[in-house]
């Protein structure tokens, strides 16, 4: 067990619910939500960073952004909108070190963003 909260959850050794789950990924609604939607989608793979991604991931990552429009179509969200994000390094606001997407939507979303 790494020191790794997302792999905490993906392992179980910290309580999760999720909202999707299969062999390669899971999804769990954040626990800080920022809209009436915001679920993180969270490969198994422990990745630290977009930074540390190869090509080996393109299709993990490819599924990720479908799951994203699959949950926001599950919840009525296809068209009024919904923003998928990516944080990376500090100065975006990572503070989870295994990459995530978040998925939002629910209220209008600014932009650019803060
Ligand atoms: P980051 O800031 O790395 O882009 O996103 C990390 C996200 O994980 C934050 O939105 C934060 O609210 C969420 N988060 C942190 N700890 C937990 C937790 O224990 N459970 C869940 N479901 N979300 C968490
Ligand atoms: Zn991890």
């Known amino acids: 067990m790494t020191d790794c909260l997302f792999c905490k959850i993906i392992a179980r050794a910290i309580p ?7 062999d390669r990924m899971i999804v769990i609604d ?6 009436p939607m915001h679920v993180l989608i969270i490969p198994k793979a422990h990745i ?10 393109d299709a993990l990552v490819g599924e990720m952004t479908r799951r994203a429009a699959a949950i926001a179509r ?11 994000i990516f944080n ?13 997407m978040h998925a939002l939507a629910g ?3 600014g932009w650019p963003p803060g």
């Open 48 to 57: 630290a960073t977009l930074n540390d991604l190869g090509p080996e991931h």
């Open 88 to 100: 990376t390094n500090r100065e975006a606001g990572q503070s989870v070190f295994h990459i995530h």
């Open 16 to 22: 999760a619910t999720p909202v999707y789950e299969d």
């Open 74 to 84: 599950e919840r009525g969200f296809t068209d009024r909108g919904f923003r998928t």
């Open 107 to 109: 209220r209008p979303l």
């Open 30 to 35: 954040d626990i800080n939500p920022q809209a």
